[in-house]
């Protein structure tokens, strides 16, 4: 079992809306901090969000205001929505879990475990 799988990535159209899960095995995801990455062929591994132990959450600027990254400690699942997606949204995209709290939680190095990644593609 692996210890985190995405899913809910697909073909969009520019200016639609995707929710991405994360799965997770083992202790509540409220135990972690969970982030989200992505990267697109050729390019290096981005942060996107993150939400820490307690509920702080943290973007990368060029996602404010449209992504929503949230945890659901019933179902042990992290959720990232999607608005108003753009067709440089496009990319693999990974969730992540760090065991501990760190203020570098931006940093792909900081973390533990990783999914195989969901695709999302946004067309124009």
């Known amino acids: 079992q692996a210890p985190l799988v995405e899913s809910g990535g697909g073909l969009v159209q520019a200016g639609g809306s995707l929710r991405l899960s994360c799965a997770a095995s083992g202790r509540t995801v409220s135990y972690y901090t969970m982030g989200w990455f992505r990267q697109a062929p050729g390019k290096e591994r981005d942060f996107v969000a993150a939400i820490m132990v307690g509920g702080n959450t943290y973007y990368t600027e060029s996602v404010k205001g449209r992504f929503t990254i949230s945890g659901d400690n019933v179902k042990n699942l992290v959720y990232l929505q999607m608005n108003s997606l753009k067709p440089e949204d496009t990319a693999l995209y990974y969730c992540?879990?760090?065991?501990?709290?760190?203020?570098?939680?931006?940093?792909?190095?900081?973390?533990?475990?990783w999914g195989p990644g969901t695709q999302v593609t946004v067309s124009s």
């Open positions: 992540a879990r760090r065991r501990y709290y760190s203020p570098y939680y931006s940093r792909t190095d900081e973390y533990d475990d």
